[in-house]
Protein backbone atom coordinates (compact mmCIF):
# COMPACT_ATOMS: atom_id res chain seq x y z
CA UNK A 1 0.00 0.00 0.00
CA UNK A 2 1.84 3.38 -0.80
CA UNK A 3 2.05 5.63 1.99
CA UNK A 4 2.60 9.37 1.69
CA UNK A 5 4.04 11.72 4.43
CA UNK A 6 4.16 15.54 3.91
CA UNK A 7 6.62 17.77 5.79
CA UNK A 8 8.13 21.34 5.39
CA UNK A 9 5.30 23.07 6.56
CA UNK A 10 4.93 25.86 8.83
CA UNK A 11 4.54 29.82 10.02
CA UNK A 12 6.45 31.51 7.21
CA UNK A 13 6.23 35.81 7.09
CA UNK A 14 5.10 37.30 3.61
CA UNK A 15 7.70 36.59 0.79
CA UNK A 16 9.16 34.20 2.60
CA UNK A 17 10.03 30.42 1.39
CA UNK A 18 9.49 27.23 2.29
CA UNK A 19 10.26 23.86 0.75
CA UNK A 20 7.79 21.01 1.38
CA UNK A 21 9.07 17.34 1.03
CA UNK A 22 6.55 14.66 0.43
CA UNK A 23 7.60 10.69 1.47
CA UNK A 24 6.87 7.38 -0.80
CA UNK A 25 6.59 4.80 0.50
CA UNK A 26 5.18 1.32 -0.76
CA UNK A 27 5.78 0.69 -4.03
CA UNK A 28 7.60 1.79 -6.92
CA UNK A 29 7.93 5.64 -6.74
CA UNK A 30 9.52 6.08 -10.51
CA UNK A 31 6.35 5.12 -11.99
CA UNK A 32 3.85 7.66 -10.74
CA UNK A 33 2.68 11.01 -11.78
CA UNK A 34 3.05 13.18 -8.38
CA UNK A 35 1.06 16.30 -7.57
CA UNK A 36 0.83 18.84 -4.89
CA UNK A 37 -2.56 20.31 -4.27
CA UNK A 38 -3.50 22.95 -1.29
CA UNK A 39 -7.19 23.60 0.39
CA UNK A 40 -7.65 26.68 1.83
CA UNK A 41 -10.37 26.98 4.61
CA UNK A 42 -14.06 27.29 3.17
CA UNK A 43 -12.60 26.47 -0.94
CA UNK A 44 -11.72 23.66 -2.86
CA UNK A 45 -9.40 21.82 -2.77
CA UNK A 46 -6.75 23.04 -6.13
CA UNK A 47 -3.93 21.34 -7.59
CA UNK A 48 -0.79 23.48 -7.00
CA UNK A 49 1.76 21.97 -9.39
CA UNK A 50 2.43 18.59 -10.57
CA UNK A 51 5.49 16.10 -12.09
CA UNK A 52 5.04 13.04 -14.38
CA UNK A 53 6.50 10.24 -14.09
CA UNK A 54 9.44 11.45 -17.12
CA UNK A 55 9.77 14.47 -15.21
CA UNK A 56 7.11 17.09 -17.08
CA UNK A 57 6.27 19.66 -15.17
CA UNK A 58 3.02 22.20 -15.17
CA UNK A 59 2.39 24.62 -12.28
CA UNK A 60 -1.10 26.59 -11.76
CA UNK A 61 -1.18 30.32 -12.88
CA UNK A 62 -1.96 31.21 -9.62
CA UNK A 63 1.95 30.54 -8.43
CA UNK A 64 3.58 30.49 -11.42
CA UNK A 65 6.70 31.79 -10.96
CA UNK A 66 6.77 31.39 -7.60
CA UNK A 67 6.34 27.77 -6.76
CA UNK A 68 8.37 24.92 -8.46
CA UNK A 69 7.73 21.23 -8.84
CA UNK A 70 10.97 18.48 -8.56
CA UNK A 71 11.07 15.03 -7.44
CA UNK A 72 14.16 12.75 -6.31
CA UNK A 73 13.84 8.87 -7.45
CA UNK A 74 16.06 7.80 -5.48
CA UNK A 75 15.35 9.34 -2.22
CA UNK A 76 11.20 8.78 -3.55
CA UNK A 77 10.34 11.93 -2.60
CA UNK A 78 8.63 14.98 -4.49
CA UNK A 79 9.42 18.49 -3.47
CA UNK A 80 7.42 21.25 -3.59
CA UNK A 81 9.46 24.37 -3.62
CA UNK A 82 7.85 27.90 -2.77
CA UNK A 83 9.07 31.55 -2.75
CA UNK A 84 7.46 35.16 -2.42
CA UNK A 85 4.81 33.18 -0.36
CA UNK A 86 1.56 35.37 -0.11
CA UNK A 87 -1.14 35.37 2.87
CA UNK A 88 -3.17 34.00 -0.22
CA UNK A 89 -1.34 30.67 0.03
CA UNK A 90 -2.37 29.83 3.17
CA UNK A 91 -3.62 26.56 2.97
CA UNK A 92 -2.97 22.66 4.01
CA UNK A 93 -0.83 21.06 1.06
CA UNK A 94 -1.47 17.64 0.05
CA UNK A 95 0.69 14.88 -1.93
CA UNK A 96 -1.07 13.31 -4.42
CA UNK A 97 0.22 9.84 -5.98
CA UNK A 98 -1.36 8.71 -9.09
CA UNK A 99 -0.42 5.71 -11.45
CA UNK A 100 -3.27 4.08 -14.04
CA UNK A 101 -6.51 4.00 -11.80
CA UNK A 102 -4.76 4.12 -8.77
CA UNK A 103 -4.71 6.87 -6.53
CA UNK A 104 -3.22 7.90 -2.76
CA UNK A 105 -3.31 10.93 -0.46
CA UNK A 106 -0.76 12.45 1.97
CA UNK A 107 -2.39 13.42 5.53
CA UNK A 108 -1.37 17.45 4.50
CA UNK A 109 1.00 19.71 5.86
CA UNK A 110 -0.31 23.35 6.79
CA UNK A 111 1.55 26.35 5.26
CA UNK A 112 0.17 29.45 7.15
CA UNK A 113 1.74 32.75 5.75
CA UNK A 114 1.49 35.59 8.29
CA UNK A 115 3.41 38.54 9.77
Known amino acids: QVQLVESGGGLVQPGGSLRLSCAFS????????MDWYRQAPGKQRELVAGISSGGFTNIADSVKGRFSISRDNAKRTVYLQMDSLKPEDTAVYYCNARWGSSMYWGQGTQVTVSS
Open 26 to 33: GSVFSIYN
